[in-house]
């Protein structure tokens, strides 16, 4: 006998969930089921009210802050569940009430008509890296503020380094020679600068710890296979493989080019087709870092000292790879700069071609026919 689907859909927050329920069937009635302290005890209680011997649970609720603990608990229990993208979820226009439980009892109805679709959820390692990585972003960003607010300090005060760059060995000995007549203006000078240099430190320490832990990764050999491609460096690569998880879920590479926000975006009415820029929908980590490598391809295609090094060990197929991508993309950047395109239009277009090739080489790691 066939089982009836009990649909269950929550809206998550840091303290409470509202949920909802209805039936399989097409004209039952969707109803608030009220709301629950967010623990899995409390989950737990309300599962055990609703589930019945010839009920089978389907359960939803959006992608949030509060992760995917929600999910793996439910799975562990052999309860099917989805996680949805917000952003993916239809809105009535003309729709002005917004409340925790209409958002719930909205998700659980969607969910029945088949109006969502689930996003990819990552495994606890792949998460765990992709925590290290996004860690060492953050510091990234505290690094630029700080440094910002260095030079800020010292134009206010009427210093301007006269080289040509700023954070070289050159700029640093400036910043040695710098003096201030008021010991609490010295005192600001010198705290400014050891923010800066203890954010680098930790830049530095942090990537050498992803090092260690990608190394003990099951993705790691997807991470080595991505450097063989110019521009991909270490990070580069560990982003891409922590961001994305399982790339066979993509057929093919406009898949992955739209899931990046890669693709540009289209306003077509009748016979009028009109593209603009790109989406950006989408993980925009792997994007920022693609975006980053291709600026690598505006030089001739070569083979350079580093890259040799980075393609040592891996097999011949995945360095033709490779030198395919720098012909075909040092050429393509070339072509759109003689065409007028500018220089950030270029290297966009670089970077949506420069996944295809990582989806390649991907392909080529696992085994599966492209």
Excluded at 85 to 106: F, H, L, V, W, Y
Aim: charged share 25%; net charge positive; aromatic share 8%.
């Amino acid at each position: 006998m066939k089982k009836k689907v009990l649909y269950i859909g929550l809206d998550v927050h840091k303290n409470t969930i509202d949920v909802a329920v209805t039936t399989d069937r097409a004209n039952g009635k969707v109803r608030s089921y009220g709301k629950i302290n967010s623990t899995l005890d409390s989950l737990n209680k309300l599962l055990s009210k609703l589930q019945k011997k010839d009920h089978q649970l389907r359960v939803v609720y959006e992608a949030g802050p509060c992760g995917y603990q929600i999910y793996r608990h439910l799975h562990s229990k052999n309860i099917d569940c989805a996680v949805v993208a917000p952003s993916m979820i239809p809105k009535r226009s003309g729709d002005r009430i917004k409340t925790d439980r209409r958002d719930a009892i909205n998700l659980v109805r969607l969910f029945r008509a088949g109006e969502l679709t689930s996003i990819y959820v990552p495994t606890v390692e792949d998460e765990a890296i992709r925590d290290l990585v996004r860690c060492r972003d953050d510091m990234r960003r505290f690094e630029h503020k700080a440094r910002q607010r260095l030079l800020a300090f010292l134009l206010r005060h009427g210093y301007h380094y006269a080289g040509k760059k700023h954070w070289t060995k050159g700029f640093h000995n400036w910043l040695g020679t710098i003096k201030f007549s008021h010991p609490a203006q010295q005192i600001a000078f010198q705290e400014y600068i050891d923010t800066t240099n203890e954010c680098s430190l930790r830049i530095k320490r942090i990537t050498d710890l992803i090092r260690v832990h990608a190394e003990q990764w099951c993705r790691y050999p997807f991470v080595r296979a991505y450097q063989a491609l110019r521009g991909v460096s270490f990070v580069v690569a560990v982003t891409v493989a922590a961001e994305i998880g399982d790339m066979n879920r993509f057929q093919n590479p406009k898949q992955l080019m739209a899931y990046l926000g890669l693709i540009p975006s289209e306003h077509s009415s009748g016979k009028s087709i009109r593209r603009g820029s790109i989406t950006k929908t989408g993980n925009g980590h792997v994007r920022r870092v693609l975006v980053e490598a291709a600026w690598t391809y505006h030089m001739p295609a070569r083979v350079s000292t580093v890259l040799q090094k980075r393609q040592q060990g891996l097999t011949k197929s995945i360095c033709d790879i490779s030198w395919k991508a720098q012909t075909r993309l040092c050429a393509r950047y070339r072509r759109l700069i003689a065409r007028g395109k500018s220089r950030q239009s270029v290297v966009t277009a670089v970077a949506r071609e420069l996944s295809a090739f990582i989806w390649a080489i991907d392909r080529e790691v696992s085994g599966v026919a492209v």
